[in-house]
């Protein structure tokens, strides 16, 4: 790539009071001209939509999805199957452990792989 990656996300304006590294991935789609994580996302207090954690939770979560619209190319750089039961049953395929980007690329990647997504808009969250 030869490009010098930003690694801070919460800079992206659609991506402000997200965590991405403790979100949940529930599943991954691309459609023409569309990549999503459909995600049990942790909300910041910089969230309009923040509230305290419940009892239970280390964090407060909402269900949503991390879109990038606008998609020109997508290249697997890896893929994996893995998937993850919590106690509960429920099953996810990780986090997003890192979210780079330069000049329209933006790199993802988790336990279920790593992928580069050319874009010409920013990703957003919108809530379900």
Do not use: H
């Amino acid at each position: 790539m030869g490009l010098a990656m930003n690694k801070d996300y919460s800079q992206l304006k659609g991506l402000n009071g997200l965590y991405l590294e403790d979100s949940y991935v529930l599943s991954i789609s691309e459609a023409p001209g569309q990549f999503t994580f459909a995600l049990d996302a942790v909300l910041t207090p910089e969230s309009a939509r923040y509230k305290p954690p419940k009892p239970d939770e280390q964090y407060c979560y909402a269900l949503g999805r991390l879109v990038f619209s606008e998609v020109t190319a997508v290249k697997w750089i890896s893929r994996s199957a893995q998937q993850y039961t919590d106690a509960a049953g429920d099953v996810d395929l990780g986090n997003i452990d890192n979210l780079s980007f330069e000049q329209g690329l933006y790199v993802a990647e988790g336990d279920w792989g790593q992928v580069e997504i050319l874009s010409s808009a920013d990703p957003e969250f919108l809530f379900d």
